[in-house]
């Protein structure tokens, strides 16, 4: 392959382009991960993971991708045949739903159109017909990758605290964590799922649970089997920063800084950036006269925007010529979607200009696909954050 000038644009809604100081921090010895040195680090980055959750309780690392700490959340809470409750919001959903199956669990999947979120009324309304608690979990998956619809975790969980059920509550923050508002504690999450691949500015590797007090009760009595995945020697060992297993250590390195870039910046200006660039992305989509995947303004995604194509043109061919002629990545419409829509990432490491080249790229390769659209997308998202000079750099 011939060597391309400038920086590949990787607009995919993760992995998410990772930045200098991350990988700089990443291009060190590897060191003993049963000596002190490591041990005083994962203790110190463990303690702000759980300020990037929002949570006081355990939070487990895995050397895993995000799939991993899918499996951990189940395994570790649950028992064969254990019924759960889970939400037809995406692909994702659907894959966390087939895993649960594959490990014995019996998922109820309330369908849904891939255009909203978890209608918290359902949840509600089936709770309260499970009179006998049945249902062990309602798994959620907050912001849906595959198509840019983020649930409303909050408003489930009043509609299970409605309802007066004792099921647990699983929640998927794969590509919102330290991206879109988030609190584990505060909104009564028993586990939240995590990787670092997205809002962490990490490359793919590394996978979390935060863990409530109710959740870790529940470990006491599941019976799912489970040995990589267990919580409980990896959460004995956490304490004084050791692992039952060999870590990824260099992640860790990068952890430890893409950490430290979040809480400088702060993580509520990292989510007002999200939201500005989520809502420049929505102007120039709708000058082109094209179409948001989500329907719900209240479900909008501030980490990325799936966007419709018109009827007999198809995203993959865009996407490849946005790829060849302009060397950017973006995602494309998986399983049902596939050909329909495609995806711009905007979370992560990311600011107005790299927000600007994004939409210029695609601008321009509409242009070149020959799909029908307004000029003028670019020009609306510049309006916008002329107009909305705040957190632009943040
Ligand atoms: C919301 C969501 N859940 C789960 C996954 C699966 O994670 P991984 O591919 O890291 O195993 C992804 C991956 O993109 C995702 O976006």
Same mark, same amino acid.
């Given at each position: ?175 919102? &964590?330290?991206?879109?508002?988030? +609190? *584990? #504690? ?7 799922? !995590?990787?670092?691949?997205? $809002? @962490? ?65 702060? &993580?509520?200006?990292?989510?007002? +950036? *999200? #939201? ?7 102007? !120039?989509?709708?000058?082109? $006269? @094209? ?104």
């Amino acid at each position: 392959m011939t060597a391309r000038s400038g920086r590949h644009f990787l607009q995919i809604p993760g992995p998410t382009n990772v930045p200098d100081r991350v990988l700089r921090a990443m291009d060190a010895a590897t060191i003993d991960h049963r000596g002190p040195e490591f041990f005083a680090l994962a203790r110190e980055v463990i303690a702000g993971m759980k300020r990037i959750f929002r949570t006081t309780g355990p939070v487990a690392v895995y050397g895993a991708s995000g799939t991993g700490a899918w499996e951990a959340a189940l395994v570790n809470t649950l028992s064969p045949g254990d019924r759960v409750l889970a939400f037809e919001t995406g692909h994702f959903a659907t894959l966390w739903k087939q895993l649960a199956e594959r490990l014995g669990v019996a998922v109820e999947l309330m369908p849904g159109d891939w255009r909203h979120g978890v209608d918290p009324a359902a949840v509600e309304a089936r709770l309260t017909a499970d009179k006998a608690h049945a249902f062990k979990a309602v798994m959620v998956v907050h912001n849906e990758t595959s198509t840019g619809v983020t649930s409303r975790v909050p408003e489930v969980r009043a509609a299970i605290d409605r309802a007066k059920h004792p099921a647990l509550l699983l929640v998927d923050t794969i590509s919102s &964590l330290a991206s879109i508002d988030y +609190r *584990h #504690d505060a909104w009564g999450v028993d586990v939240t799922v !995590a990787g670092s691949q997205k $809002g @962490l500015m990490l490359p793919p590797g590394l996978s979390f649970n935060a863990i409530s007090a109710k959740a870790l009760a529940a470990n006491k009595t599941a019976k799912l089997p489970r040995s990589y995945w267990d919580w409980e020697p990896l959460i004995a060992a956490n304490e004084t920063g050791g692992f039952p297993y060999t870590p990824a250590t260099n992640l860790i390195y990068g952890l430890k800084a893409a950490i430290a870039m979040l809480e400088e910046q702060g &993580l509520e200006a990292v989510f007002q +950036r *999200h #939201d500005r660039h989520a809502e420049a992305t929505r102007r !120039a989509v709708r000058a082109w $006269g @094209l179409e948001v995947l989500a329907q719900d303004p209240r479900e909008f995604s501030s980490s990325l925007t799936a966007v419709v194509m018109p009827a007999g043109h198809d995203a993959d061919a865009l996407r490849r010529i946005i790829l060849e002629r302009f060397d950017m990545s973006l995602g494309a419409g998986l399983t049902k979607l596939k050909g329909k829509v495609f995806r711009i990432g905007h979370l992560g490491d990311f600011n107005d200009l790299m927000l600007m080249g994004t939409l210029a790229g695609v601008e321009m390769g509409l242009g070149i696909a020959g799909v029908p659209h307004q000029r003028g997308g670019a020009q609306a998202a510049m309006d916008y954050l002329a107009g909305n000079a705040k957190t632009g750099a943040g």
